[in-house]
């Protein structure tokens, strides 16, 4: 296949980037964890990749589309995140054994450790989808659960054994 290196007269290119809906998925983290600083508030965040592997609620459209979580690493909160983040995929204690039981979350060794020991880890993920400060719907997480053990995806709950109105707790 070869490129056509000719001016196409455009102002824009539409790259259909799709916005899964609201729903509740098993996530993989990919790789392409990325350190971001805001170059206008200078705050350093982790921007950690997920693509949509099943849906547990929501549209099954929502397999194979893609959103990023932001985690402000230079914050208690940020730090709060990335450490539950570690844990509820089964890598803290092999993180508190290279580092230690405390670690500067920006340090470039550890950072560089999570670049690559996070990729093909399995979530569960609750996200929604928000409208940014310039009008734009963005993916959102609202919260990160740990896969039990084993469990390769979230499961729809069984429909068919009716329902008592409360809600499952998988």
């Not at 990325?34 to 982790?46: A, D, R």
């Not at 093909?120 to 993920?125: G, Q």
């Not at 989808?129 to 709950?157: I, M, Y």
Request: charged share 30%; net charge negative.
């Amino acid at each position: 296949m070869a490129i056509d290196l000719k001016d196409s007269g455009r102002d824009v290119i539409d790259l259909d980037f799709e916005i899964p809906d609201k729903g509740v998925s098993t996530c993989r983290i990919e790789e392409g964890i990325q350190q971001y600083t805001n170059p206008t508030s200078g705050k350093t965040s982790l921007r950690i990749p997920l693509v949509i592997e099943d849906v547990a609620e929501g549209p099954e459209s929502n397999i194979g589309l893609k959103l990023s979580h932001f985690c402000p690493i230079e914050t208690a909160w940020g730090e709060k995140q990335l450490a539950g983040i570690l844990s509820l995929v089964g890598l803290m204690d092999a993180c508190a054994e290279k580092f230690g039981t405390e670690v500067d979350s920006t340090s470039e060794k550890f950072l560089n450790y999570i670049k690559l020991k996070l990729p093909d880890k399995l979530l569960k993920v609750h996200h929604d989808v928000r409208t940014d400060n310039k009008g734009r719907e963005r993916p959102t997480v609202a919260r990160f659960e740990r896969l039990k053990k084993n469990q390769r995806s979230v499961s729809k709950p069984d429909e068919s054994k009716g329902s008592s109105g409360a809600k499952s707790d998988w």
